[in-house]
């Protein structure tokens, strides 16, 4: 079983632990870094898609990125609310080898990274639309080499990622893969609405309790119960697990 989730726009160095391997698609990496160097401050601006003061730090982080040295371990690096949720730098050493073994971190820059894979602050979303080649956009540039990077280890995909980057993974599953997609929303007139802010601290408490509790049998996530979600079986099915926020006006105790 493997389990991917998104990475995060906001970044830092964190030296509290060390990193371990260099990502696998490295050499994939550095051509994405060598087309963007070649590109003017203003092409950069309109790629990243930020203001001024965001689009001119990342500048100064292309003229000095090194990408073999001075690396923060992949899941220390990003500081999304996904990450704050899962909250892995109070994780134990076997948590922490727990998502070493299950965890995935899609990315537009470096493909896919294993949690203590060093990286360096970059920004770089997956929908960037980033001429590469004979690639017209990132999607085209990375084809199926997640997938396949992923399907090789694992015929059995949790995917707690944004469709943004789900999509790398999905649009190439077989038959022999399962995919089992967690969908964390609230209930309106029959339907399954999801906000992004909730989903993504959802996505972080369930990536917490996996590690916490060493989920290997994916069946076990129906027990996930999260600060504002639980498992809905009426609305879930065998590979796509609904839980379902509670409404402000009934609030639980489980839920304050």
Known sequence: MRIIISPAKKMN???????????????????????????????????W???????????????????????????LAYEGIQYQYMAPGIFSDKEFAYIQEHLRILSGFYGILRPFDGVTPYRLEMQAKLSVGQA??????WGDRIAQALFAESDCVVNLASK???????????????????????EKDGKIIEKGTMCKMAR???????????????????????????YAPEYSGENTLV??????????????
């Open 164 to 186: 943004e980057y789900s999509v790398c993974v999905s649009r190439y599953l077989t038959p022999r893969i399962r995919w089992i997609n967690c969908v964390f929303g609230e």
């Open 204 to 230: 972080g408490e369930m990536v917490r309790y996996m590690a916490q509790e060493r989920i290997q049998d994916p069946e076990q996530l129906r027990k996930f119960e999260g600060r504002n979600h639980r």
């Open 13 to 47: 160095r964190d030296d509290g632990l060390p990193w371990r391997e260099l990502p696998c698609f490295l050499s994939q990496t550095e051509e994405l870094f060598r087309k963007m160097k070649e590109m003017d401050e203003q092409a950069l601006q309109k790629l």
């Open 49 to 75: 898609k930020c203001n001024d003061s965001i689009a001119q730090q990342n500048v100064l982080r292309l003229e000095h990125m090194d990408l073999r040295r001075n690396l923060t371990p992949a899941i």
């Open 243 to 256: 839980f379902l926020r509670k409404k402000a006006s009934r609030l639980t105790d489980w839920e304050e």
């Open 136 to 141: 017209k956009d990132l999607y085209a540039f």
